[in-house]
Nanobody
């Protein structure tokens, strides 16, 4: 069983930065892929950033050049580095991992960006 715990959310002003963390109960090296999703009020959950085991990454057009997904194998933690935050980035951010081709989700962390 995989447990994912997000942290690092909060209230920031536009233009500021945040780093979200996703701590895994198992080694992240074993994941087929890891990703960050977000869901804003009244909207569907959307993919923000993803990373596969071979190191390839994929980003939503709205965050390209501002967000970076990375991992620390020693800490079993996946990060989402968010720079130049905008009010439209306000959402609950969820960590997702695919392990043995099953989906696992964290509980989410709120990010609020004020203008």
């Amino acid at each position: 069983q995989v447990q994912l715990v997000e942290s690092g959310g909060g209230l920031v002003q536009a233009g500021e930065s945040l780093r979200l963390s996703c701590a895994s109960s198992i080694t992240i090296v074993s994941f087929n892929a890891v990703a960050w999703y977000r869901q804003a009020p009244g909207k569907q959950r959307e993919l923000v950033a993803a990373r596969t085991t071979n190191g390839s990454t994929n980003y939503a057009d709205s965050v390209k050049g501002r967000f970076t997904i990375s991992g620390d194998n020693a800490k079993n933690t996946v990060y989402l580095h968010m720079n130049s935050l905008k009010p439209e980035d306000t959402a609950v951010y969820y960590c997702n991992a695919i392990w043995v081709w099953r989906d696992y989700w964290g509980q989410g962390t709120q990010v609020t960006v004020s203008s």
